[in-house]
């Protein structure tokens, strides 16, 4: 019984009729995922139809059709199954099946990379002025919630709480952290409304901080590539003997390039002065005390952090004499590890990316040449900081299948031309 | 290998590599790690004497509100069943990081020794803040050379401020009060002055739920964005206007502002003289109103548009009230304008926070 059960599996399993119908999936996932990204965005048609086991529901050109699909994930898996059982069932050690075994470790080299890189890979941005030094790269979509306290005359301890885990709306707790925090609320985009006198709304969110001053509305989450959400969250904090009380944790607060576009924005409408009161009463830091230390708080771009720093010496933008076509973008580093003792000059460039401690810097956004030190600004540089453990999957597939495909076709050649002689 | 073993091993990678997503995570930083601002990073202002927030509490029985002196913001004096007395004092200074420094003074004056850390220290609540008490009692005899001496310190650390709140008396009377010291404390809650800070909207912002503006019927209100108080467009026939309302605790001056307006129309700065031609004033119920009234070009649009604006002093607050768009329009919604500005129900300043 077991064993007729498990022959049939084997059977399934190893067909290629699997494999046809699969990879149909597969073009169909494509076109429809393809479609939904000019009303999902990027982002959420990869989330919705690629990085998902089942595909419930199709939306196509703002119609929706109820429809079951097998996400990536699944069709991925059940490819990979497909063709690792078909490559053990159907194994000869023979010198003329050398290439096709080769070309099908390569495929299935090309499978389990992508798969890595899906789960592993993380890309951040590292965003810093001449001078600047920094030993974090930040996340352009994920968020989040920090707490810092002393934790010796030198180093902080930091505690930090994903934006996946404020979207659960519970209670958190943590053995760093003397109190737990409730999430009240998490807005994934939102925009800040000062609380001037007469205004058409309610009380203060909350009862500290910047709520005092500022009221927060959640916004519909943004899909195209251009805007960010900006998250905002409601936090109850609750020590041994109760609650210590309510704040408002806002991206808004801690984004350098949205809290310069507000205060212009005020600027022009109050003057200088106020604006940079405003921002100032939006900036300043949150915090809470507990068993006699201080909890600094804020909600802020999630942070890889390196044991070693870069600091920008130099930002170089070139254009091409007499136009606006950029010719160069160039970025002078200084890398320093205490751990290594390592103390050098590195240039990044584009295409020319710093390989170091399994990450890779890329020159991402630049804010330098004439027009920048006309404008009186500090030049500033943003490198794109790539994480992949799979990064060399995808050459020694393509490799493997090259070196098989070869291999197998100078079988049947050697053999056509020995026949003919 | 068989199949199935292949199939398992394969299965349990992944499900490896799926599990490998922290929710929370902890570090050990180096301070100067993220300490370090850009240096286009906007520094918060440091708290000047009228953004310090004011102080609400209740105060216990026998316990008697007096004139603040020196460095004080609020005394009391405290009066016992047998004449006892023991003086109270709320002390705001810039925070330092080194207030047991300050709490050593105290000490010393008690004749005890320094204190290294803040670990003497005992939790208590200031309102909804978490602070610091050190209860410190003489062992000399240091009253008039009959009874010992104590002092009740609690330490608030709010923004850039710390707070001392600090009761000193006779050792067993202090000792005594100690419970109401601490009711006190728990009582107190601070409220921003109105003038440096934006004040909070105040409770009494509408009356039997209509709006504090009486709003003429062809106006919308919309979202008025981040920084104003309210918006309205006026459409008519293919033109429109838009109502803007903001309010500033700042009094930048009438040219300054006029000028702003001037600028949105594309008109060069003028000083005041040459623009009283187009100021005139208004009556508002207590006081009066400043008009201006300039037609130019919306430098957004590069359409031709007439501004009629009005400058509300009230409660220490200023008030813009702005009417923007096609001249047409503008013209026949000036007066409708006029009266709606007149229909405001400002808070009162004793409301205002």
């Not at chain 1, 989330?47 to 529901?57: C, K, T």
């Not at chain 1, 291999?407 to 050697?414: A, K, S």
Request: charged share 20%; aromatic share 8%; hydrophobic share 40%.
């Amino acid at each position: 019984m077991l064993a007729t059960l498990l022959k049939k599996l084997v059977k399934i399993f190893t067909s290629l009729r699997l494999t046809v119908i699969l990879l149909t999936f597969a073009i169909v996932l494509v076109f429809i995922g393809t479609l939904a990204q000019v009303d999902e965005g990027l982002y959420q048609a990869q989330a919705r139809y690629f990085r998902q086991w089942i595909v419930l529901g199709l939306d196509v050109f703002g119609r929706k059709i109820p429809v079951i699909l097998p996400g990536g994930y699944l069709i991925g898996t059940l490819l990979l199954i497909n063709l690792l059982a078909a490559h053990i069932y159907r194994f000869q050690l023979s010198v003329k099946k050398i290439g096709i075994q080769l070309t099908h470790a390569g495929v299935i080299l090309l499978l389990v990379g992508q798969l890595v890189t899906d789960m592993m890979a993380r890309e951040t941005q590292m965003h810093f002025v001449e001078g600047e030094t920094k030993s974090y790269s930040e996340s352009p979509r994920n968020y989040e919630l920090i707490f810092t306290t002393e934790d010796g005359a030198n180093s902080d301890l930091e505690v930090a709480i994903s934006d996946k885990l404020l979207a659960r709306d519970g209670e958190i707790e943590n053995t760093n952290l003397p109190f737990s925090i409730r999430v009240k609320s998490f807005w994934k985009n939102s925009e800040p409304q000062f609380r001037a006198p007469m205004m058409q709304n309610g009380p203060p969110l909350a009862t500290n901080g910047v709520a005092a001053n500022f009221d927060f509305h959640p916004l519909a989450e943004t899909k195209t590539m251009d805007d960010k959400n900006v998250p905002t969250a409601e936090i109850e904090i609750i020590g041994a003997n109760g609650s210590l009380g309510d704040w408002i944790v806002s991206d808004w607060t801690t984004d350098d390039s949205m809290i310069e576009a507000l205060r212009q924005d005020y600027a022009s409408q109050l003057g200088a002065q106020m604006a940079q009161k405003i921002i100032g009463d939006l900036t300043q830091p949150q915090f809470v005390s507990a068993n006699g230390r201080k909890y600094t708080f804020a909600l802020q771009p999630e942070r890889m952090r390196f044991p070693f720093s870069l600091t920008l010496l130099k930002a170089t933008h070139t254009i091409y004499e007499g136009t606006d076509i950029p010719k160069d973008f160039r970025s002078r580093v200084q890398l320093q590890n205490p751990r290594t003792g390592e103390n050098r000059e590195v240039e990044i460039s584009m295409n020319h990316p710093l390989r170091y401690d399994g990450l890779t810097f890329y020159q991402y956004q630049m804010s330098a040449g004439e027009a920048v030190e006309q404008a009186g600004q500090t030049p500033s540089s943003v490198l794109q900081v790539v994480r992949n453990p799979a990064w060399l999957t995808p050459y020694l597939g393509c490799a493997l299948v090259a070196a098989g495909l070869v291999t197998q076709f100078m079988f049947h050649l050697v053999g056509f031309i020995s026949k003919r002689k | 290998m068989s199949f199935r073993n292949a199939t398992i091993l394969t299965l349990a990678a992944f499900a490896l590599i799926g599990c490998n997503r922290d929710d929370v995570k902890v570090y050990h930083v180096a301070k100067d790690d993220s300490a370090a601002p850009p240096q286009n990073q906007i520094v918060a202002p440091v708290p000047t004497e009228n953004s310090q927030p004011q102080l609400q509490f209740k105060l216990p029985g026998g316990w008697q509100e007096i004139a603040p002196s020196q460095m004080r913001v609020a005394s009391f004096t405290v009066t016992g069943t047998n004449g006892e007395t023991a003086d109270v004092g709320v002390i705001p200074l810039p925070s330092t990081g080194q207030e047991i420094q300050l709490v050593n003074m105290w000490r010393q004056q008690m004749e005890l020794p320094a204190l290294t850390n803040e670990t003497a220290a005992e939790t208590i609540s200031v309102g909804n803040d978490s602070a610091k008490l050190f209860d410190i009692a003489s062992d000399a005899l240091l009253i008039d050379g009959k009874s010992r001496a104590r002092i009740l310190v609690a330490m608030l650390t709010r923004g850039e401020m710390s707070w001392f709140f600090k009761m000193t008396g006779d050792d067993s009377f202090v000792a005594a009060q100690k419970p109401n010291f601490l009711q006190f404390l728990k009582s107190i809650s601070f409220v921003q002055n109105a003038p440096a800070q934006i004040a909070a909207a105040p409770a009494a912002q509408s009356e039997g739920g209509k709006s504090i503006w009486a709003v003429p019927p062809d106006w919308k209100q919309i979202d008025p964005g981040a920084m104003l108080s309210a918006k309205f467009s006026i459409t008519s026939g293919d033109g429109s206007a838009e109502v803007n309302i903001l309010s500033s605790g700042m009094d930048s001056g009438l040219a300054a502002n006029v000028n702003r307006w001037r600028g949105q129309l594309g008109l060069p700065t003028a000083d005041e003289t040459d623009f009283s031609k187009s100021i005139s004033t208004f009556d508002i119920p207590n006081g009066h109103a400043t008009l201006v009234d300039f037609n130019g070009t919306d430098s957004k649009t590069g359409k031709p548009a007439r501004l009629v604006g009005a400058i509300v002093p009230q409660n220490g607050q200023t008030w813009f009230y702005k009417l923007m768009g096609d001249d047409e329009i503008v013209a026949s919604q000036k007066d409708a304008f006029i009266k709606f500005i007149q229909s405001a129900k400002y808070p009162d300043a004793g409301n205002a926070p």
